[in-house]
Every structure is written in C-alpha cells, then in structure tokens.
C-alpha cells in the first residue's frame, strides 16, 4: 500500500514553547510524515501534552484533536487561556480548569501540602500508580498536577497542568498564576495531611472539652481556639506554626 507523503507547518504559542526541543522557538516548524496523523498525535510528536493546549487552528479555523492533518496545512497551537473567555471559539473542551480540585503524583508532596494550606482540595497519596492517577483525575474529574508530561499523554486525561519548576516555592506560584487562583485561596480550611476539612470548634460544643484536654499542657495555658479535621480528626490550633503560615501566605499574596 502507498502513502502519500503529508508536509505542512506548525507552530507553537508562549509557553508551549518550554517542551519544545530541537526546534526554533516561536516559529513556524515545517514537519513531513507519511500515512495519516490527528493533530493530537502530531502536537504530541514534539513533547507537548495534550491537556496543555487550549486551541488549535487550522488555516486559521478552529479544530479538535480528532482533526486529521492534511498536505498543506497550517496549524497554529495554543496554550490555556485560563485568563481569557475562549468559549466558542475553541474545540479542544468545554469546560475550564477553574474547577480547582487536583490530584497530584508522587514526586509533588510538598507542594501538595503548600496548596492544602492555602485551601485547594487536592488528593496524594505516594503509592498511586500512572494508572490509578489517570483514573481519579477522570473519574473524579481533577485537575492532574505532575511533572510527568508523557503521563499527561494518557488519552483519558482532559485536565492536566505540567509543573515545570523543580523549586517549591515557583510551583505553589505556577499553579497559582497559570490557573488564575489567587480569588480562590482558604487559608487554614483544609487538613495539611489527608486534605479533609477543617471544623471551627467552639467552647460550648459539645466535643470542645474533650478535645481541649488532648493539647499538650504549654498549649492549654493559652489556647482557647480548636479546629479538627473532619475526616482524619486531627486537632490544630495557632501555635507558632500558624504565625509562620501565616507570614509566608501574606508575602505570597504580595
């Protein structure tokens, strides 16, 4: 059987550009193949996973990833336009990433713990696999937090974001600014180790003195304010710790 042979030219926009190797940088590709491709096969044959791309045009029309590249074609690919209204004009999905509950894999811990403390839902768990990841991020749909961009590849993930800096504090403002979530921070509203939601408990609830008398003894001389997870049932309350916290999320909101 003889295939033809399909030549066109693509190029990436902003900061798609960072998976890109071997290529000029922000300019137009020219890419060759023989047999039939869809843009998706054709924008992951250069490294960048589908869930990083918020559109796609065609000779100037909008396309999904289920479009089969033809000789002659001019594609342009775009990242998430989370900043921006795109509805209608894109085919990639209807539905953004302001949904903010995330799942993240196991290289992320520490910026898993730095998002709960600003109040993001976000699931761990160090023993997940590839696969079990994929499956709570469509099943639950999640947004997939990783490092992994072939793991970003998986056909039934639609909502993934690359983290691209290896340095914690650059994460925690990556996702923050690429998915636009200042509006969206918590603090103190969610449990730092299994990402349940933190209860007020007053003096006069029922559970507040049996609680109380778990504090260690320093602690009891001052503290009068309790919260508990509702899930894991473990007890806060602002120590020195919470100051800490609470300096490093008013610098972040700077």
Same mark, same amino acid.
């Given at each position: ?53 918020? +559109? ?59 998002? /709960? ?24 749909? /999640? ?34 600014? /690429? ?10 509203? /969610? ?53 800490? +916290? ?9």
């Amino acid at each position: 059987m003889k295939f033809n042979k399909t030549k066109g030219t693509i190029r990436f926009y902003e900061e798609l550009n960072f998976f890109i190797k071997g290529h000029a940088l922000k300019e137009d590709i020219e890419f060759s193949y023989y047999g039939k491709r869809s843009v998706k096969d054709l924008i992951e044959s250069y490294g960048i996973p589908h869930v990083e791309v918020d +559109m796609i045009l065609v000779n100037g029309e909008s396309v999904s990833f289920d479009h089969i590249v033809k000789a002659g074609d001019h594609i342009s690919v775009y990242p998430m336009f989370e900043r921006f209204n795109i509805e209608g004009l894109t085919k990639i999905r209807d539905h953004g990433l302001r949904d903010s509950k995330f799942v993240a894999d196991v290289h992320l811990g520490k910026l898993v713990k730095k998002l /709960r403390l600003l109040g993001f839902d976000i699931l761990y768990d160090s023993t997940w696999d590839d696969v079990e990841l994929a499956d709570i991020a469509m099943n639950e749909s /999640r947004i997939l937090l990783t490092r992994d961009r072939r793991l970003l590849m998986r056909t039934i993930i639609d909502r993934g974001l690359i983290i691209r800096s290896t340095n914690i504090e650059k994460q925690v403002i990556e996702v923050l600014e /690429r998915l636009d979530l200042y509006n969206e921070i918590n603090p103190f509203s /969610r449990c730092l180790m299994c990402n349940g939601t933190l209860l007020d408990v007053h003096e006069e609830d029922e559970t507040y003195q049996e609680l109380f008398i778990q504090l260690p003894a320093k602690v009891k001389i001052w503290c009068r304010e309790i919260f508990i997870c509702e899930k894991c049932h473990k007890i806060y309350w602002k120590g020195s710790h919470y100051e800490k +916290m609470l300096k490093y999320i008013d610098e972040l909101l700077i």
